[in-house]
């Protein structure tokens, strides 16, 4: 039972998405890793990254609702701003890198709820990044 186990022996997962709003992080006690990308993870623009990372990890403490992991600790890694997301230019070489900082960081959970139709990424190197990465 993940309630049961000890928080730092809980998988981290990667949220790569739109960042990480950090008030309503703090305000939901979400355990929020260094950000990588600097603090431009912990700008939120769309709003997105925020809401995964809480329908993922927020902890069962009496504040909003229970994620599916609580406790789990969260690594927001930033793909793209709203303007990117709403146009669908989001550089693949930019999702390659946020998979290698998700293994650099040993997580064993990357969440990506982007399109991989609605942002254009070729889909053969799509497949093999996944395959590669889904070993992890």
Do not use: C
């Not at 990667?14 to 709003?21: E, I, Q």
């Not at 992080?25 to 890793?33: C, G, K, P, V």
């Not at 927020?58 to 303007?83: D, E, K, Y």
């Amino acid at each position: 039972n993940a309630l049961n186990t000890p928080i730092h022996t809980l998988p981290t997962i990667a949220v790569l998405d739109s960042g990480l709003d950090l008030d309503v992080a703090t305000r939901e006690d979400l355990i929020a890793l260094q950000p990588v990308f600097g603090n431009a993870a912990l700008i939120d623009d769309l709003s997105h990254g925020t809401g995964i990372a809480i329908l993922l990890a927020a902890p069962s403490n009496g504040v909003g609702m229970r994620g599916l992991g609580p406790h789990n600790p969260v690594l927001p890694i930033r793909l793209a701003n709203r303007a990117e997301f709403l146009a669908g230019k989001v550089p693949f070489a930019r999702l390659k890198d946020a998979f290698k900082i998700a293994r650099y960081h040993k997580t064993k959970i990357i969440n990506l709820s982007a399109s991989d139709i609605e942002i254009n990424w070729p889909k053969l190197e799509m497949d093999a990044l996944l395959k590669e990465y889904g070993e992890m």
